[in-house]
């Protein structure tokens, strides 16, 4: 009895530390998603529904939109403040200065990039993807990462096709502008997670484009540049990867605040 008491008593405790850990969650999480520009260019975060069954979604512990979320936001903003002429808000360690963007209000136009990061593991309603295709069609830029696998990818289409039913998937070619715009990429390699990569995944830059040959969705498929940039100060991430991914990165935003 009295360890089926304590064993009882130890369940509520974790349950109250987790709905208090939610709420408190909710609260940064709403009062950053009301935050207005403050700069010319800010890291912004798509916040999204995990998809069922995925792996965040059957875990109960955080969702997939906030992986690596504050470090990589922290990291690369430092990047494209030394390495670009763009006036940027800089992100402290506990995302202040980042904006996290819900497509149920209409802040996300108020920002010309978007990254949105396990797009394997999103799910987005008809409501949100009408939100998301205006915004694109208005000029906006989505740049998804951190999905692997054919698995992922379905998930991802699945919602993606709710977006651009009527546009079609191409692979980026290397001699594409937005490898060119301000670092010259030449060599394209597999930017691994801070545990490898997955046996098997070849890695695919590839893009939606406008009617007027606009890239409005970048997609990296089978990498993982959001454990780059969180990991740019790691010595156990191999620095070529980080490097790689800090060029990719500030092509993306360069093309992104150009076109």
Not at 57 to 64: K, V
Not at 182 to 194: L, S
Not at 219 to 233: L, P
Not at 239 to 250: C, S
Request: hydrophobic residues 40%; proline residues 3%.
């Amino acid at each position: 009895m009295f360890c089926n008491g304590f064993y009882r008593r130890a369940g509520n405790i974790g349950i109250a530390v987790l709905l208090s850990f939610n709420l408190a969650n909710a609260q940064v999480l709403s009062s950053r998603m009301e935050q207005q520009p403050t700069a010319e260019f800010h890291f912004s975060r798509l916040v999204y529904d995990d998809a069922v069954g995925s792996r965040r979604a059957m875990s109960g512990w955080g969702n997939a939109w906030s992986t690596d979320y504050t470090e990589a936001e922290y990291h690369l903003m430092q990047g494209i403040n030394r390495l670009t002429g763009i006036d940027v808000e800089l992100v402290e360690y506990n995302g202040d200065g980042g904006r996290l963007i819900s497509l149920k209000n209409d802040a996300i136009f108020d920002y010309p990039w978007l990254y949105a990061v396990e797009v394997g593991q999103w799910h987005l309603d008809q409501s949100e993807a009408t939100k998301l295709r205006a915004y694109l069609d208005r000029g906006g830029f989505l740049l998804v990462d951190d999905f692997w696998g054919e698995d992922e990818w379905a998930v991802f289409i699945e919602s993606m096709r709710r977006v651009f039913p009527d546009r079609s998937i191409i692979d980026l070619p290397i001699d594409h502008e937005i490898m060119h715009i301000h670092f010259d990429i030449v060599e394209r390699f597999q930017i691994p997670g801070m545990n490898g990569s997955r046996p098997g995944t070849t890695p695919r830059w590839r893009a939606i484009f406008d009617d007027d040959g606009r890239v409005v969705v970048a997609i990296n498929f089978n990498m993982d540049m959001g454990d780059a940039w969180e990991h740019a100060d790691d010595p156990y991430y191999p620095a070529a990867m980080t490097g790689l991914a800090y060029r990719f990165a500030v092509n993306y935003v360069i093309y992104s605040m150009t076109h």
